[in-house]
């Protein structure tokens, strides 16, 4: 992950340049659900994993298992049936998986339009991450940026209205209203 700037200077009349270390060879990958049950809390369950290194054989992203797990570790927490929209992601439309959601009965799955960033809330949860925890950072080495990235999505976990805002971003309304605040 290259890191995002948010602000730099130089001297009128030049462009900044920013100098990053070369890129790594190891790679993560984090898989989120933005949950909303209605007359709870919003919550954010995500799993982050890293990868060995990618230029061997091992594999580059999630396989589908590790969303098979995700997702029941959801139904778990939540202990409600899920609603899930997922976007076009190979491994979600992967046989495996969908044998696995129709053997499901607390499972339904809706799949977004083809380049529809914008009515994914997931979304709106890495645009938060890179602006705030990720911005302006020189990671000195993997674990760094792993621990960064738990913190940062940790402090997300905590704020519910940071989770409805990614929600009301993409144009869906709640369908229930939340409950207020003793």
């Not at 799955?109 to 990720?134: H, K």
Request: charged share 25%.
């Amino acid at each position: 992950m290259t890191p995002p700037t948010s602000r730099t200077w130089s001297r009128r009349g030049t462009t900044p340049v920013i100098r990053v270390r070369g890129r790594s060879q190891r790679r993560f990958s984090i898989a989120a659900l933005c949950c909303y049950k209605p007359g709870e809390r919003s919550r954010l369950i995500y799993r982050p994993r890293r990868h060995a290194d990618h230029k061997s054989a091992g594999r580059k992203s999630f396989a589908w298992t590790e969303y098979r797990d995700l997702l029941i570790a959801a139904h778990q927490q939540l202990d409600a049936p899920i609603v899930l929209i997922w976007d076009n992601l190979n491994v979600h439309k992967d046989r495996r998986m969908r044998a696995f959601i129709d053997a499901q009965d607390w499972l339904n799955v809706y799949y977004l339009p083809s380049y529809a960033p914008d009515l994914n809330p997931v979304e709106g949860i890495w645009s938060v991450l890179r602006r705030t925890t990720q911005a302006n950072t020189a990671f000195t080495d993997p674990s760094h940026l792993i621990r960064r990235l738990r913190h940062g999505l940790r402090q997300i976990q905590y704020r519910s209205d940071i989770i409805d805002g990614c929600l009301t971003g993409t144009g869906l309304p709640p369908t229930t209203p939340r409950l207020q605040p003793q």
